[in-house]
C-alpha cells in the first residue's frame, strides 16, 4: 500500500514476529539493538531521578539495575518508574527481588511474545532453554532435546522469529536475561509456594532446599545444582532425594557429593551434566542406557565406567580437563557417539584401538593432550568424521596412514605440532579434501610439508600461522583454490604475496598479523575482510584493477603504511606537483620541504615524524585532501581571519560554487592526541558531513598547527543561496584546545576567467560526495555523510558533537556555551 504515502515518505514498523516481513521483498530489516551503558543510565536516570544522571549516593544502586536491564528500553522505565521517590532501603529490597522474580508489569509485557508462540511444543522448548541453555552451543543442545521429543531446530527458528532468542557467531545459544527471567517466573508459577511441584529447578536455593528435606516430586523434568554458589559448607547429599523424580530428563551438577546407591535413581535421565565428580568411574548402578549425552568436565575420573557400559544412546562424551583419564573409553558400546570432547586431558597416553566401532563420530576434539603419543591405527576408519583437532598434542609423533582416505573430514586443528620433527609422517596429511584450519607449526617446516601437497581444489579455510614461510613458499598451483575462503598467515617471513594469489576467487577474510617482513600487499583479489596488524615494515595495501575490498581491520601498528586501498594515501611535499601546492595557497615551498611534522595516523595508532605530508583520503566514495604543517601562517587564500571554532556563510546566487577550502589553526595540550573533525552543515539542503581525518599533525609545544583541507562540490552538495556552517570539533573536549576556522570559496566565473587564485587541483579525488552516493544516516530529516576515520559509530559521534558530559556531574552541556543543561535543544543547530 506504499501508494497511499506521500512520495519520499519513510514508513516504520516494529514487530516481534521477523517472519512477517519475509512476504514484503523490498523492506529493509533492521535489529533493534539494545541501549549502551551511557544511554540506559540516562534513561533510568530520567525516570528515577527526573534528571539526566543519579545522586552520588545511588551510583552503585542504579548501576546493579543497570545490570539486570542489560540495555532493554522497556525495563529501564518499567524500574526507574517503579523506584521514583523510593528510599535507599527500598532500593536494595527491590534489587535482591530482581535477582529472582521479575518484576510484574514488565512479566505481562514480556510474556506477550511467549503466549504468540504457536504450540505447547515451542512454549515448554523455550522453558528448557531459559532454565538450563541459555549461552550453550546449539548443536549439543539439538542433540539432547531432541531426545525429550521436542523438534529442537524448527522450535529454536521460531523462538528466533518472535526475538526470544538469538544465535551468536560462534553457534551459541543467547537470551537476554530479562527474558530468561520472564521464562523462569513462568516456571515458578505453577506453585508459587512449592517448588517441589515446579518442572524445573534452576535456582540453587530451591535445589539445595529440595534434596536436602527430599521433597522432589514427579513433577520436576529438570533440575541444576551448583555448590559454588551457596555459602553454607555442604558435604553430601543423599540419593533417596531423586528416587521420586520419575520425570527427572535433564540434570546439571557442579561440585555435589551424593552418597547411597542409584537403584532408584530416575531411569529416564537423557542429559547428565556432572562438573567437578570426585569419583574415580560412575557407579556400576548408575541409570546409563537413556543417556544421550555425559558431560563430566573437570572430574577425578580414570574411567567413565567400570567394566561393561551401557551406553547405546549416548551422542556426545565430554570428558575435558579429566587429568586422570589415561586412555579413551572402549567405543565397542558406543556406536552412536556424535561428540568426543577430551581436551586437556593432560594424562591421556592413547586412543583406544575400537574407535573404529563408533560409526557415527563427527566430531573429535583431542587439543592439549600433552601426553598422547599416537592416534589409534583405525581412526582412517571413521567414514563421517569431519572435525579432528589435536592442536597441542606437542608428543604426538605420527598419524595414522588410513587418515589420507578420509574423506569426509572438513576440519583439521594442528596448533603447535612439530611438523620439522624427521620422525613425524608428513606424508600422511597430503591430497586431503578438507578445510585445513588450525596453526599448523611454530617451527621450520623444512622440506618436509610442501604446499603443493594440499588439496588446494577442496581447502576452504586455511591457517598456516608461525610456519616459517617465506615468498617462493606457495606453489604456482595455489591458484587452482576455488574454494578457499579463509587464509591465515600470521607471524610468517613473508614479504610479498606472491602473484599466484591473484587467482584466487572466494577468498573472503586474509589474516596477517605480525608479520615483521612484510612490506607491500599489491594485486589483492576480491576480499570481504583484511586483518593485517603488526606488520612494522607494510607500507602499502592496493588491490588488482577490478577487485576490492569490502572492509579493513584497522592495521594496528603498521607505523610505515602510507596507503591502504580506497581509504587513503600519504604523499610527502616534495613528491606532490608543485603547480598544485601553490594553488593550494602554500607559500615558500622549498623552505616547507624541509620541515619535518609529527604525523599521528588513526588507522595505525601510531605517530611518526616526517617531512610535510598531503593525505588523500575516501576516494572510493568522493573524498578530501589535506596539509599539514606547523605554524599560524595565512595562506595566500585566505584574506579573512576568523578566531572562532565556526564559520558561517552563504553561498552566492549569482554563481555556481565549484570548489571550497578550508584553513584550521589548532593547538591543545602537549602530548596529548587528538581526534579531530570538521562538521560542514548546509542548512539549506538539510545534509551535513563529519570529516574526521585519518591522519591529523600534531603541534609541538604551544605552536600552532595549520590543517588545509581542498573540497569540490556538485550543485547537489551546496548550490545559489544555500547557507551553510563549517564547525571544527575535538573528541576530548578541554579548554586548553584552542581553534580558528577560515574557507576560501571559488566560483565557476573565476576558474573560467584563470583567475591564480582560483586555479585548484584538478585531481580526481577531491570530490567530496558523488551524486551515487547514499547518505550513510539522519538525523531528523537531516542527510548525514561521514568522511575520514571510520573507528567511531556514527549515532556516537553524533552524540559526542551535539552534547557533551561533564566529567564532573555527568550532566549534558551546551557546545556552544560549555555550561546550559541541554537535553532536547540540539535542535537548534
Not at 551424593?258 to 547428565?272: E, I, N, T, V
Not at 580437563?321 to 577430551?342: A, D, G, M, T, Y
Not at 588523500?616 to 585566505?638: A, D, K, M, Q
Request: with cysteine; hydrophobic share 35%.
Amino acid at each position: 500500500m506504499r501508494e497511499w504515502f506521500y512520495h519520499g515518505s519513510k514508513i516504520m514498523l516494529t514487530t516481534r514476529n521477523v517472519h512477517l516481513l519475509n512476504a514484503h521483498k523490498h523492506c529493509k530489516r533492521y535489529a533493534v539493538d539494545t541501549m549502551n551503558v551511557s544511554n540506559s543510565l540516562e534513561l533510568f536516570s530520567w525516570h528515577a531521578f527526573r534528571d539526566s544522571h543519579p545522586p552520588e549516593c545511588y551510583i552503585e544502586q542504579s548501576e546493579k539495575i543497570l545490570k539486570q536491564c542489560q540495555g532493554l528500553p522497556l525495563a529501564l522505565e518499567v524500574l526507574g518508574a517503579s523506584l521514583h521517590g523510593k528510599m535507599r532501603a527500598v532500593w536494595t529490597s527491590a534489587i535482591q527481588k530482581l535477582e529472582t522474580f521479575t518484576h510484574s508489569k514488565l512479566q505481562k509485557i514480556l510474556k506477550i511474545s511467549y503466549e504468540s508462540l504457536p504450540d505447547d511444543h515451542d512454549r515448554e522448548l523455550f522453558l528448557e532453554l531459559a532454565c538450563f541453555f541459555n549461552g550453550e552451543a546449539k548443536s549439543s543442545v539439538v542433540v539432547i532435546l531432541d531426545a525429550c521429543k521436542y523438534y529442537t531446530t524448527i522450535g529454536v527458528d521460531n523462538l528466533v522469529d518472535r526475538c526470544l532468542l538469538k544465535i551468536d557467531t560462534y553457534g551459541k545459544l543467547r537470551m537476554h536475561q530479562l527474558i530468561e527471567s520472564m521464562g523462569r517466573e513462568i516456571v515458578r508459577q505453577q506453585s508459587p509456594k512449592d517448588p517441589g511441584e515446579w518442572s524445573r529447578l534452576w535456582h540453587y536455593r530451591d535445589s539445595v532446599e529440595i534434596l536436602e528435606d527430599e521433597t522432589g516430586t514427579r513433577a520436576i523434568e529438570g533440575l541444576a545444582l551448583d555448590m559454588d554458589m551457596t555459602n553454607a559448607y555442604q558435604t553430601e547429599l543423599s540419593t533417596k532425594a531423586f528416587s521420586m523424580m520419575h520425570k527427572l530428563r535433564l540434570l546439571k551438577l557442579n561440585k555435589v557429593q551424593l552418597r547411597g546407591g542409584y537403584r532408584d535413581f530416575p531411569k529416564k535421565l537423557k542429559w547428565l551434566c556432572w562438573h567437578g565428580y570426585t569419583q574415580r568411574s560412575l557407579p556400576d548402578d548408575f541409570p546409563l542406557s537413556s543417556l544421550v549425552a555425559i558431560d563430566m568436565q573437570n572430574s577425578k575420573l580414570q574411567k567413565l565406567v567400570q567394566g561393561n557400559m551401557c551406553l547405546g544412546s549416548l551422542k556426545i562424551l565430554n570428558l575435558s580437563h579429566c587429568h586422570c583419564v589415561v586412555e579413551s573409553p572402549n567405543f565397542s558400546q558406543l556406536r552412536v557417539l556424535e561428540q568426543l570432547i577430551l581436551e586437556g586431558c593432560a594424562s591421556l597416553v592413547e586412543i583406544n584401538e575400537s574407535i573404529q566401532m563408533a560409526e557415527g563420530l563427527l566430531i573429535m576434539n583431542l587439543k592439549d593432550c600433552i601426553n598422547l603419543r599416537k592416534l589409534s591405527k583405525n581412526l582412517g576408519m571413521l567414514k563421517l568424521l569431519e572435525t579432528l583437532i589435536i592442536s597441542g598434542c606437542s608428543n604426538l609423533s605420527t598419524l595414522p596412514a588410513a587418515m589420507k582416505e578420509m574423506e569426509s573430514l572438513k576440519v583439521f586443528q594442528a596448533d603447535g605440532l612439530d611438523f620439522g620433527n624427521s620422525s613425524f609422517v608428513i606424508e600422511e596429511y597430503v591430497s586431503w579434501p578438507i578445510y585445513f584450519w588450525g596453526w599448523v607449526s611454530k617451527r621450520n617446516l623444512g622440506s618436509q610439508l610442501l604446499l603443493s601437497s594440499l588439496p588446494f581444489k577442496s581447502i576452504r579455510r586455511l591457517s598456516l600461522v608461525n610456519c616459517n614461510l617465506h615468498d617462493n613458499a606457495f606453489p604456482k598451483d595455489f591458484i587452482a583454490a576455488p574454494s578457499l575462503k579463509y587464509l591465515d598467515l600470521s607471524n610468517n617471513p613473508i614479504r610479498f604475496l606472491p602473484e599466484c594469489f591473484e587467482g584466487v576467487k572466494m577468498l573472503k577474510r586474509l589474516t596477517l598479523r605480525y608479520c615483521n617482513q612484510l612490506q607491500a600487499l599489491e594485486n589483492l583479489p576480491n576480499i570481504d575482510s583484511l586483518h593485517v596488524t603488526d606488520c612494522p615494515l607494510l607500507e602499502k595495501i592496493r588491490c588488482k584493477e577490478g577487485a576490492s575490498l569490502i572492509s579493513v581491520a584497522s592495521p594496528w601498528r603498521c607505523k610505515k603504511l602510507l596507503e591502504m586501498e580506497k581509504s587513503f594515501k600519504v604523499v610527502p611535499l616534495e613528491k606532490m606537483d608543485s603547480e598544485m601546492i601553490k594553488n593550494c595557497g602554500i607559500d615558500d615551498v622549498e623552505s616547507k620541504k624541509r620541515i619535518q611534522i609529527r604525523l599521528y595516523n588513526k588507522s595505525t595508532f601510531t605517530e611518526t615524524s616526517c617531512p610535510i605530508q598531503g593525505v588523500y583520503e575516501n576516494h572510493c566514495r568522493g573524498g578530501t585532501f589535506s596539509i599539514f604543517y606547523p605554524g599560524s601562517s595565512v595562506p595566500i587564500l585566505f584574506t579573512n581571519k576568523h578566531n572562532m571554532a565556526s564559520k558561517s556563510f552563504v553561498v552566492s546566487s549569482h554563481s555556481k560554487l565549484r570548489y571550497l577550502n578550508t584553513r584550521v589553526w589548532y593547538k591543545f595540550v602537549p602530548g596529548s592526541i587528538r581526534s579531530l573533525f570538521i562538521v560542514i552543515t548546509n542548512k539549506t539542503k538539510k545534509r551535513m558531513i563529519i570529516y574526521s581525518p585519518r591522519c591529523h599533525g600534531v603541534p609541538d609545544g604551544d605552536e600552532y598547527m595549520t590543517w588545509l583541507s581542498h573540497w569540490k562540490f556538485g550543485s547537489h552538495e551546496m548550490g545559489p543561496g544555500d547557507e551553510v556552517n563549517i564547525f571544527v570539533y575535538d573528541w576530548h573536549y578541554n579548554t586548553s584546545f584552542e581553534v580558528e576556522v577560515g574557507v576560501h570559496l571559488v566560483y565557476e566565473e573565476q576558474e573560467q576567467a584563470g583567475d591564480h587564485s582560483a586555479k585548484l587541483p584538478n585531481i580526481e579525488q577531491t570530490c567530496v560526495i558523488l551524486q551515487n552516493i547514499k547518505p550513510w544516516g539522519h538525523r531528523g530529516t537531516t542527510q548525514l555523510y561521514f568522511l575520514g576515520h571510520g573507528g567511531v559509530r556514527g549515532d556516537v559521534l553524533l552524540e559526542s558533537i551535539f552534547r557533551r558530559i561533564c566529567s564532573g556531574c555527568g550532566r549534558r552541556i551546551c557546545t556552544r556555551c560549555g555550561r546550559r543543561p541541554v537535553r532536547r535543544a540540539i535542535q537548534s543547530y
